[in-house]
């Protein structure tokens, strides 16, 4: 052996004998370090672990009405007209977890404006807050702007939590339902489009995917400030998640307000904005807001190329948007009969569905969710067939059909 080969060796074996000593340092250390951790936060030492799965499918709730208590209220906007509700279950139970977009519907039972007996009214609001086992959360506005269906005052049921639902107070409630939810591509970047109280399923979706470090852009499109719901907690997921780009548009700021200081754009939500100010490259859309708004937009982002199931939309309100392509449009001519009200009209395809139809001839009916999930506007069919434009998630009573979600096969005869 030869003196430099003894000395290459010796020098291996001091090399290895650092690193031993070393990795066992280093892992001590590390051992030491997360038994620290654990001890100051352990919630942190639940964060390295895989998130739980908390996506339900649709239908894993309860059946029926579960009784909840109201353990909370907050107001959520300068103006006072936006407040939140939280909600236990009076089981005690842990809650199932839901889709961020979707909703829970309420029966209430309201004080008749007109000085009647009170009356029972089905009514749904979104679930504003990521999904938890302890508590739903519903974000509500008072008085909606258009004019309830069915002959009754604005803002009916919205007026009725502001108004009368307090702290303890119990209320009735189905299972989280909707199909306005968040999709399950993680790794593709959000577009979040909410006008007016269209924010609350937005928050939602935020609150599940900001701690994911999903790529997020939120357009909340409001007069001003003060209309603007959670406007502090926004600009605070703002500022720690650099991952979230916050984009307040007003269309009417007040005058101590300061464009590129405390909102972004002074103009509505629409086309044009999207295309200046996102970056060209694929981009999963949600929008949420009033019928115009959601008329002029969502056409407009088909138009420019976004995909259909990069597309997803929910209006608010009365009316709610047609699907994009719906066959129905060209469907054959049928006669409807609404045997209560003793009239025959003829369907020509153009309704989004005979809920729409009816309110459009003036003839009452029920209606919550408007999307098939609650099950409130269940009407007889005394004659003919309808097929469904999306699957109900309530089962329908056999010689019944769910307007809302329903199109004519056949000629009809319903009993309102
Ligand atoms: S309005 Fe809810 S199912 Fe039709």
Same mark, same amino acid.
């Given at each position: ?183 399950? =591509?993680?790794?593709?970047? %959000? ?11 937005? %928050? ?10 999903? =790529? ?57 904005? %999207? ?19 959601? =008329? ?105 059909? %769910? ?14």
């Amino acid at each position: 052996m030869t003196a430099s080969l003894l000395a290459l060796l010796i020098f291996l074996a001091i090399l290895a004998q650092v690193v031993f000593f070393a990795g066992f340092a280093f892992l001590r250390h590390w051992e030491a370090y997360r038994a620290l951790r654990e001890q100051l936060d352990p919630s942190e030492t639940h964060a390295a672990a895989p998130p739980p799965p908390m996506a339900l499918a649709v239908g894993d709730g309860w059946a029926g009405f579960r009784t909840f208590r109201v353990v909370r209220r907050e107001r959520e906007n300068a103006d006072g007209d936006i407040g939140s509700f939280y909600l236990e279950p009076e089981d005690g139970a842990s809650l199932p977890p839901f889709l961020p977009g979707q909703f829970l519907t309420f029966r209430l039972t309201v004080a008749d404006p007109a000085g009647g007996a009170p009356r029972q009214l089905v009514r749904c609001y979104s679930l504003s807050d990521a999904p938890r086992r302890d508590y739903y959360r519903v974000t509500i506005k008072r008085v909606p702007a258009p004019p309830e269906p069915a002959g009754l005052p604005p803002g009916l049921s919205s007026n009725h939590f502001h108004d009368r639902v307090q702290v303890g107070d119990r209320l009735e409630v189905r299972a989280p339902s909707g199909q306005f939810h968040l999709g399950d =591509e993680p790794a593709v970047p %959000l577009v979040l489009v909410a006008g007016g109280i269209g924010i609350t399923p937005m %928050l939602s979706i935020l609150n599940q995917v900001l701690p994911e470090g999903r =790529e997020v852009r939120l357009y909340y499109g409001v007069r001003n400030g003060a209309e603007a719901a959670q406007l502090d907690s926004l600009r605070g997921l703002a500022a720690s998640h650099p991952h979230f780009t916050l984009h307040l548009c007003y269309s009417r700021p007040a005058p101590d307000e300061v464009l590129g200081r405390d909102y972004q754009h002074a103009a509505r939500v629409d086309i044009g904005l %999207l295309r200046r100010t996102l970056p060209l490259k694929r981009h999963q859309f949600y929008v949420c807001g009033p019928k115009g708004m959601m =008329e002029s937009l969502v056409p407009a982002l088909a138009e420019a190329g976004v995909a259909p199931e990069d597309l997803r939309y929910e209006s608010f309100g009365p009316a709610s948007l047609a699907p994009q392509s719906s066959p129905a449009k060209e469907a054959a001519h049928h006669a409807i009969r609404f045997a209560r009200s003793d009239q025959t009209l003829e369907w020509d395809g153009t309704a989004e569905s005979l809920l729409a139809f009816a309110e459009a001839h003036g003839i009452a009916a029920d209606s919550g969710c408007r999307a098939g999930a609650c099950g409130c506007c269940q009407t007889r069919l005394l004659e003919g067939e309808v097929s469904y434009r999306q699957p109900p998630e309530v089962a329908v009573a056999p010689g019944h059909c %769910l307007l809302c979600v329903a199109t004519p096969a056949s000629d009809l005869t319903l009993e309102l």
